[in-house]
């Protein structure tokens, strides 16, 4: 079955597809720099006072602004990504110590990292107050069915924590903690589709904070509890607002752009327009799933989806569907770049050679 229909898109940040405001994601320069990076939980270095700071995090699903402050920074050399942090927070705990154990039972940090942006084949990293991480290989978002590598390792990973007060401590208040992470380009490039650094160009790339209500007991700080004995829900604080509580739909994270110009040489970076062709894709994609979930099939054509024309900037966009045995397909010709890109029914995007 194929199927062609010309639309509109709509910019992101006015009106989508459903009447719904969204908002674009969030995007960040990320220098280079030339002098070597102690991995202490510190910014000490000349770079790290240069680099780019980000906007505060704020709710996993936007709006509301979290109870403490989260900004992070990114630097990059020839073999190492790194990241550093700084949490504002007065309680400052942890008791997780085993690797690869569940640290978001714990207040953490959180890396994603898509390097081709198909949102498949990514990487999840955290890591809590007492430097205990965890780190994933994701084939698929967990709403495909697909396994998790839960015994990948990010080998030569470098991580250190630095506590603004007295880890484990209620007796006082603290100032937060800060995390600083270095991890191998060889390790983060096998995802990319490329061997080399992404200079030039971007990756999709989000942070998260889970922080946890906490509760007294005999003097040691735990997850706070309802009256029926529940822990309450975490707190999901972010720097590329999701939209739902679900990192784990990667077309929603961030832009990180990799400048060639070292820290302190300002550079500029604009989302691409073909990346609203991205978000509009997606959306097609969750209302196909929406579809066969409601009537036990796929739509046979983009007007059975309901979804009316959107506008981007008056430019045209032609969509073909497809269908066929495994799925279906949607491809789109870009009006801006002539580049045509192509969403599957398990949600890889991809540009189409």
Known sequence: MFQKIVLCLAFIGTVSCTGQSAEEPQSIIVYKTNEPILVD???????????????????????????YKTNVRMLWDETYLYFFAELEEPHV????????TVIFYNNDFEIFIDPDGDTHNYYEFEMNALNTVWDLFIAKPYRESA??????????????????????????TDNGWSVEVAMP??????????????????????????????????G???RKKDANGNFLPEHNWVWSPQGVINMHEPE????????????????????PQDEQIRWMLYHYYREQK?????????????????LE????????????????????????????????????????YQQIK
């Open 41 to 67: 939980g510190l910014a000490n270095e000349t770079s790290w006072n240069k680099a780019e700071i980000s906007n505060d995090f704020i709710d996993i699903e936007g709006g509301k602004q979290p109870t």
């Open 93 to 100: 705990w942890a008791t997780l110590k085993q690797r690869d």
């Open 147 to 172: 396994p998790i590598v839960d015994s990948w390792e990010i080998l030569g990973l470098k991580s250190a924590v630095h506590v603004n007060g007295t880890l484990n401590d209620s007796s006082d």
């Open 185 to 218: 380009w060889e390790v983060l490039k096998e995802a990319s589709g490329s061997n080399a650094i992404p200079e030039g160009g971007f990756w999709r790339i989000n942070f998260s904070r889970v922080n946890w209500d906490f509760d007294l007991v005999d």
């Open 220 to 222: 040691k700080y735990a």
């Open 252 to 271: 929603h994270w961030g832009y990180a752009y990799f400048s060639p110009n070292v820290a302190g040489n300002e550079d500029s970076f604009q989302i």
């Open 290 to 306: 929406k579809y066969r979930s409601e009537n036990g099939s796929w739509a046979t054509s983009l007007e059975e989806l309901g």
């Open 309 to 348: 024309p959107i506008l981007v900037g008056g430019s045209q966009v032609q969509l073909d569907l497809e269908l066929h045995r495994m799925g279906w397909s949607i491809q789109a010709k870009s009006p801006f770049t002539g580049h045509r890109y192509a969403i599957t029914q398990d949600g890889k």
